[in-house]
């Protein structure tokens, strides 16, 4: 089993920034997804930025040149560093973790955390 456990988040004015951490602890196998996704009210859950285990990372497009994902492999653990926060970036943000044994893909979830952009 693996536990994810988030921090940051909370309330912040459009134009500001935030850090959002996520520790991976328990089985985790040498591939490996990390990152976040993100599901604003009324709307389906979406990608905002995931690191592969050796270090290629994914943005969504109305996220590139405002966020910023980071990893720290000796403790499995992202950061995602949200400047210049828009009124759509409001939204729960989760946490994910998918990692292969073999064929094998499992996929774990973090509680989430709410980003809230607002004046």
């Known amino acids: 089993q693996v536990q994810l456990v988030e921090s940051g988040g909370g309330l912040v004015q459009p134009g500001g920034s935030q850090r959002l951490s996520c520790a991976a602890s328990?089985?985790?196998?040498?591939?490996?997804?990390m990152g976040w996704y993100r599901q604003a009210p009324g709307k389906q859950r979406e990608l905002v930025a995931t690191?592969?285990?050796?270090?290629?990372?994914n943005y969504a497009e109305s996220v590139k040149g405002r966020f910023t994902l980071s990893r720290d492999n000796a403790e499995n653990t992202v950061y995602l560093q949200m400047n210049s926060l828009k009124f759509e970036d409001t939204a729960v943000y989760y946490c994910?973790?998918?990692?292969?044994?073999?064929?094998?893909?499992?996929?774990?979830w973090g509680q989430g955390t709410q980003v809230t952009v607002s004046s």
């Open positions: 994910n973790l998918k990692t292969r044994s073999g064929l094998r893909w499992y996929d774990y």
């Open positions: 690191t592969t285990s050796d270090s290629s990372i």
């Open positions: 328990g089985r985790i196998f040498s591939i490996n997804v």
